[in-house]
């Protein structure tokens, strides 16, 4: 099995940033995509970023593009997420997952999932 762990939520202040790591242990394989999801309290839980198996494109949900970088360190079997101009509304847990499919937005495509990170931005 493959075990994720997160690292380097906490709290900021608006407009401030935060760099989240998803170290991953087990039997790993750079081939695998990764993706991050969040959930807010009373939220269901919402897609953040994407990065594709081997190619290194990315996906991102329109509320955070421009402002949040997906990125691995295939070396380090660790991903990233760089998050920038944040906003009150970015407060959530913040999960890291691996999958094997081709498909990334759906939580349901990712077969490994991390025990979540708490974020939280203060205005």
């Known amino acids: 099995q493959v075990q994720l762990v997160e690292s380097g939520g906490g709290l900021v202040q608006a407009e401030g940033s935060l760099r989240l790591s998803c170290a991953a242990s087990?039997?790993?394989?750079?081939?695998?995509?990764m993706g991050w999801f969040r959930q807010a309290p009373g939220k269901e839980r919402e897609f953040v970023a994407a990065?594709?198996?081997?190619?290194?494109?990315?996906y991102y949900a329109d509320f955070v593009k421009g402002r949040f970088t997906i990125s691995r360190d295939n070396a380090k079997n660790t991903v990233y997420l760089q998050m920038n101009s944040l906003k009150p509304e970015d407060t959530a847990v913040y999960y890291c997952?691996?999958?094997?499919?081709?498909?990334?937005?759906?939580?349901?495509?990712?077969?490994?999932w991390g025990q979540g990170t708490q974020v939280t931005v203060s205005s």
């Open positions: 087990g039997r790993t394989s750079s081939s695998y995509g």
């Open positions: 990065m594709s198996r081997s190619e290194g494109r990315t």
């Open positions: 997952a691996a999958r094997q499919s081709s498909r990334y937005y759906s939580q349901y495509d990712y077969d490994y």
